[in-house]
């Protein structure tokens, strides 16, 4: 089953541009957390936002939390090209412990 | 430095063969997790434990077993019921105690069936 649910599938920007990316989900979460993906490795946690929570910053990352529409975003500001990867939203549901369901990723590429 | 160690890095099973992935963490991490990854479809999980000698199935545990004798271990065997195992495995560990905070994955093993 798959809870979480990227948008878009791919992004192609510049760099020094802003890079948005949005996660919808399906049922009642614990937290939500973003992780990045580079080609052939495993996942690095990014930042993790908690379902009482409505934004958070990391850096150049902000993440918002809207659990009314059960969607989240991702913004990375001035992005760089060392920022090309996969971004994938994970959720963290109340009926399953400590176990994540990740949603399929979005591709970013940041070309110089 | 303490970190999740998955090996082998590359592995091919032949047809009807069982294989078994290994995930080592020194984090002190109560819970362990397996995921697939296949392109296109993002992460899926297999099973995950959250206690020594105690592990459930995931979304996609057919055809793959596991085993917790050890908090740092939590090995993973493809078995020959599984009909298409070739993909890209991914190990994690978390606080089981520490809900909110994130996982940390391993290197993952890249499995084709030859």
């Known amino acids: 089953s798959q809870q979480g649910e990227e948008d878009p599938q791919a992004l192609s920007i510049q760099e020094g541009e802003n890079a948005t990316m949005n996660c919808s989900y399906k049922?009642?979460?614990?937290?939500l957390q973003w992780y990045r993906q580079n080609s052939g490795r495993g996942l690095v946690h990014l930042i993790l936002?908690?379902?009482?929570?409505r934004e958070k910053h990391s850096g150049r990352l902000r993440v918002t939390l809207d659990t009314s529409k059960k969607s989240s975003s991702l913004l990375i500001t001035a992005s760089r090209a060392a920022d090309t990867a996969s971004y994938f939203c994970a959720t963290r549901i109340y009926q399953a412990g400590t176990a994540l369901i990740f949603g399929k990723g979005t591709t970013l590429s940041v070309s110089s | 430095d303490g970190g999740i160690t998955q090996s082998p890095k590359y592995l091919f099973r032949k047809e009807g063969q069982n294989v078994t992935l290994s995930c080592e963490q020194n984090?002190?991490?109560?819970?362990m997790y397996w995921y697939r990854q296949d392109p296109g479809q993002g992460l899926r999980l297999i099973y995950y434990?959250?206690?020594?000698?105690?592990?459930q199935k995931g979304d996609i545990a057919e055809g793959y077993s596991v085993s917790r004798e050890k908090k740092e271990s939590f090995p993973l065997t493809v078995t020959s019921a599984q009909k298409n195992p070739t993909a890209f495995y991914l190990c994690a560990s978390s606080s089981r105690q520490g809900t909110n905070y994130g996982y940390t994955f391993g290197s993952g093993t890249r499995l084709t069936v030859v």
């Open positions: 434990s959250q206690i020594v000698n105690d592990f």
């Open positions: 049922t009642s979460i614990n937290n």
């Open positions: 936002i908690r379902s009482n929570e």
């Open positions: 984090l002190n991490h109560d819970a």
